[in-house]
């Protein structure tokens, strides 16, 4: 653990897709009036971008190259926009096409190397709970606290059906099951940064568990470390 040279405070939340990191990372950065930051969104919105730029995904170097050249602008206010060279992208990171995109161009380390650059750089700008695969591992080694989040592929699938289902009428239970044992599989083999938990993350299970109760169990788990 220790702190990081700038003594800020982070924290470092990872975990599996439909672990309900973005949502319970974002309450928790509320609670404690950190800023909270979406490293899951900058690989979305590099998907999306080469997705919209007919890039083939498979041509490494090009979306590498795309990574690099592209202007992400996170808004840290309520609504979690984000902005990819200008244009409002939240609502389209999210399509389905774009999930399925996502894990291929997030095993490209140089796709990699431009965001968590960009991830650090966020990280300076004051007190920080970051989510996403390798933040405990990876981008921020130092965090304070890391918190591993994760539940049984059956739930994090139902609560993945459950927001999909809004919008897409189209999608079975079994689709979105098999999309996401996917792309665990994609996340956790590959070479560069795999998501697994950091040596000394906290795992907590959420199975079962509600959205308040992870919240508090996590805000203890703060609270206990600063005592
Ligand atoms: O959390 P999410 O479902 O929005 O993440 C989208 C994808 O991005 C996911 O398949 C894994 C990848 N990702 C990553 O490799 N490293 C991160 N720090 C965050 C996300």
């Known amino acids: 653990m220790g702190n990081n ?3 800020y405070r982070q924290i470092a939340i990872d975990g599996p897709a439909g672990a309900g990191k973005s949502t319970i990372a974002r309450m928790i950065a509320e609670k404690l009036g950190f800023y909270y930051l979406d490293t899951g969104a900058m690989y979305r919105a590099v998907a999306y971008k080469a997705l919209a730029s007919g890039i083939s995904l498979h041509d490494e170097h090009r979306v590498a190259d795309l990574a690099r050249h592209l202007t992400i602008q996170l808004d840290h206010s309520n609504k979690q926009s984000v902005f990819c060279d200008g244009e409002d992208i939240t609502a389209k990171i999210r399509d389905v096409q774009v999930s ?6 997030a095993s490209y380390p140089g796709v990699r190397e431009r965001l968590v650059e960009l991830q650090r ?8 709970v970051m989510d996403g695969r390798d933040i405990g591992t990876h981008v921020l080694p130092g965090a304070k606290i890391k ?5 049984s592929p059956e739930e994090r699938a139902h609560r993945r059906y459950q927001e999909i289902s809004k919008t897409n009428h189209d999608i079975s239970f079994e689709q979105v099951l098999a999309d996401l044992e996917k792309r665990d599989a994609l996340d956790s083999q590959r070479q560069y940064a795999p998501l697994k938990p950091a040596e000394d993350a906290i795992i907590v299970d959420t199975t079962g568990l509600t959205i308040e109760g992870v919240v508090t169990k996590i805000i203890e788990i703060i609270r206990g470390d600063r005592s």
């Open 5 to 7: 040279k700038d003594n």
């Open 100 to 105: 399925r995109a996502v894990s291929t161009v």
């Open 121 to 128: 750089l966020e990280a300076q700008k004051g007190n920080v």
């Open 147 to 151: 918190i591993f989040l994760t539940a």
